[in-house]
């Protein structure tokens, strides 16, 4: 921030110490909040929660319990799929290969990590990834 050095065109900034300590406790976060949200989804769905979905399903309510069932197991998908984004984060970051793009090596820069704490590859490559017509895009 105090630096007076000039931008250097379009290099992303690199991440220094502090860049990745600022980045590894924000991972450590979201696998926190991960842990916690797939925790929840679980406990939701075990034994007797089962069983109030069946009986609703013969009172007539089902479409609504089906709508809370689906959405618990929305929320536990999301936050499996976070949980794994941030677990292979961190083996990246113990590595040394954390911030740069799996795909091409570049660095992936620091405002797009800040942003997206997970993100394992650059703008560039991501966007060629995420077809328009790709599935699963909602
Ligand atoms: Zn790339």
Known sequence: MAGSRPAGGSAPAPLDA????ELAARLKALRDRAEAALAHAKGELK???AELFRDLGQTGDWALAEAEFERDMAGA???RALL???QSSQRRMESGDYGSCEDCGDD???ERLAAFPTASRCVACQSRRESPAGPGGR
């Not at 502090?18 to 300590?21: G, Q, V, W």
């Open 18 to 21: 502090s860049r990745l300590a």
């Open 47 to 49: 034994g007797e929660d």
């Open 77 to 79: 998908e999301r936050a």
């Open 84 to 86: 794994a984004a941030v």
């Open 108 to 110: 992936i820069g620091y």
